[in-house]
């Protein structure tokens, strides 16, 4: 017997099975009902008693190799049959690192949802913009200085007539006029994008950076609808608790016009080097639309009013993400742009 059991012992690793039927044989030959390890149990019945211990424990020893030899063809097969009959070539080989949105597209998006819950839809208007959409109609005089070249980036342009030139917007504001021209009022949108402005890079200052646009034109509106929706929108993006304040300003579209500042949500309104020491920080401009630019986008100014606001989505990023240096936004260093993998 104990022959036996040392034959089936070296022999265990000669033992294959290439599918599931191979397997099931070789369960039946040793370790079925009527298989190899079964019948050497009976046979133990009959060794003598002084044998019965060291018989035994090598018995064990076989009975546990051979279960241990079964597992391991059994996995064997069953990751082969895998291979052949769910092969899937698209699947991604693991383990996946998955990528973070930017923080730029994570606060943006965070803003679009705000204003889309107040019930403002989304606009979107070309980067590479005209001088009609960009200045004109929006009651820039010929002679502003924010058309000079040291602002814009000039596509293509004409000294003679300002109105022809092709130019990279410098505001999404431009995408107010684009809306006014395709309106069926009242209307009520946000037009998110790119913005580009003729300045050196720096820490403060860059090239390009993200606006986004509202504007609301119905028959009835008012500067305390305005403040309102600008409070509603302060308090879902920076806490319950922030404050707003709105200091007069000017922008060639709006009249009035205002710029707004919230309490510093870095030190909480105490006064810290973010807010230079002041507790508020502006955020965006704001105004009534002017009525030149009702009328010039052919929208009679006595029957319809407005509200407009234009803010910079770098600056709210900075803000609420304690950022500190615009050109951390472009410079896709994935340090910076992991820190961002739980925000969204
Ligand atoms: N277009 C302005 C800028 O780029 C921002 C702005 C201010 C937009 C006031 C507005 C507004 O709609 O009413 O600085």
């Given at each position: 017997?104990?022959?036996?059991?040392?034959?089936?012992?070296?022999?265990?690793?000669?033992?294959?099975?290439?599918?599931?039927?191979?397997?099931?044989?070789?369960?039946?030959?040793?370790?079925?009902?009527?298989?190899?390890?079964?019948?050497?149990?009976?046979?133990?019945?009959?060794?003598?008693?002084?044998?019965?211990?060291?018989?035994?424990?090598?018995?064990?020893?076989?009975?546990?190799?051979?279960?241990?030899?079964?597992?391991?063809?059994?996995?064997?097969?069953?990751?082969?049959?895998?291979?052949?009959d769910d092969l899937d070539l698209t699947r991604?080989?693991?383990?996946?690192?998955?990528?973070?949105?930017?923080?730029?597209?994570?606060?943006?998006?965070?803003?679009?949802?705000?204003?889309?819950?107040?019930?403002?839809?989304?606009?979107?208007?070309?980067?590479?913009?005209?001088?009609?959409?960009?200045?004109?109609?929006?009651?820039?005089?010929?002679?502003?200085?924010?058309?000079?070249?040291?602002?814009?980036?000039?596509?293509?342009?004409?000294?003679?007539?300002?109105?022809?030139?092709?130019?990279?917007?410098?505001?999404?504001?431009?995408?107010?006029?684009?809306?006014?021209?395709?309106?069926?009022?009242?209307?009520?949108?946000?037009?998110?994008?790119?913005?580009?402005?003729?300045?050196?890079?720096?820490?403060?200052?860059?090239?390009?950076?993200?606006?986004?646009?509202?504007?609301?034109?119905?028959?009835?509106?008012?500067?305390?609808?305005?403040?309102?929706?600008?409070?509603?929108?302060?308090?879902?993006?920076?806490?319950?608790?922030?404050?707003?304040?709105?200091?007069?300003?000017?922008?060639?579209?709006?009249?009035?016009?205002?710029?707004?500042?919230?309490?510093?949500?870095?030190?909480?309104?105490?006064?810290?080097?973010?807010?230079?020491?002041?507790?508020?920080?502006?955020?965006?401009?704001?105004?009534?639309?002017?009525?030149?630019?009702?009328?010039?986008?052919?929208?009679?100014?006595?029957?319809?009013?407005?509200?407009?606001?234009?803010?910079?989505?770098?600056?709210?990023?900075?803000?609420?993400?304690?950022?500190?240096?615009?050109?951390?936004?472009?410079?896709?260093?994935?340090?910076?742009?992991?820190?961002?993998?739980?925000?969204?």
């Amino acid at each position: 017997m104990l022959e036996k059991i040392n034959q089936l012992m070296e022999g265990l690793k000669e033992l294959h099975a290439q599918n599931a039927e191979e397997l099931e044989a070789l369960r039946i030959k040793y370790l079925g009902r009527k298989g190899a390890l079964n019948d050497l149990m009976a046979e133990f019945r009959n060794v003598p008693g002084e044998q019965k211990r060291e018989m035994g424990i090598r018995l064990n020893q076989l009975k546990n190799a051979l279960q241990e030899r079964f597992n391991e063809l059994k996995q064997a097969v069953v990751s082969d049959d895998g291979n052949q009959d769910d092969l899937d070539l698209t699947r991604t080989p693991y383990p996946v690192s998955l990528g973070t949105r930017h923080p730029l597209t994570i606060v943006q998006n965070q803003i679009l949802d705000i204003f889309g819950r107040l019930g403002f839809s989304i606009a979107e208007g070309p980067e590479v913009e005209d001088d009609l959409h960009v200045f004109t109609r929006l009651n820039f005089a010929a002679d502003h200085p924010a058309r000079d070249m040291q602002d814009t980036f000039f596509v293509n342009s004409d000294e003679n007539d300002v109105t022809r030139n092709v130019i990279l917007r410098t505001h999404t504001s431009s995408v107010q006029v684009r809306a006014m021209e395709n309106a069926e009022l009242p209307l009520r949108v946000v037009c998110p994008g790119r913005v580009y402005r003729n300045e050196a890079i720096s820490a403060r200052a860059h090239c390009f950076f993200h606006q986004i646009e509202g504007l609301y034109i119905d028959k009835d509106v008012s500067f305390a609808d305005l403040k309102q929706v600008l409070l509603t929108f302060a308090r879902e993006m920076f806490g319950p608790e922030t404050k707003i304040r709105l200091r007069p300003s000017y922008f060639p579209f709006t009249e009035p016009s205002a710029e707004m500042d919230i309490s510093c949500n870095i030190c909480g309104g105490k006064g810290c080097s973010f807010c230079k020491h002041t507790g508020w920080v502006e955020i965006l401009g704001c105004g009534m639309v002017d009525p030149n630019v009702l009328e010039a986008n052919d929208i009679d100014s006595k029957v319809y009013k407005g509200y407009a606001f234009g803010l910079g989505v770098e600056r709210i990023t900075n803000l609420k993400y304690r950022v500190n240096d615009l050109r951390l936004f472009s410079e896709n260093d994935l340090r910076f742009l992991d820190e961002f993998k739980a925000a969204y």
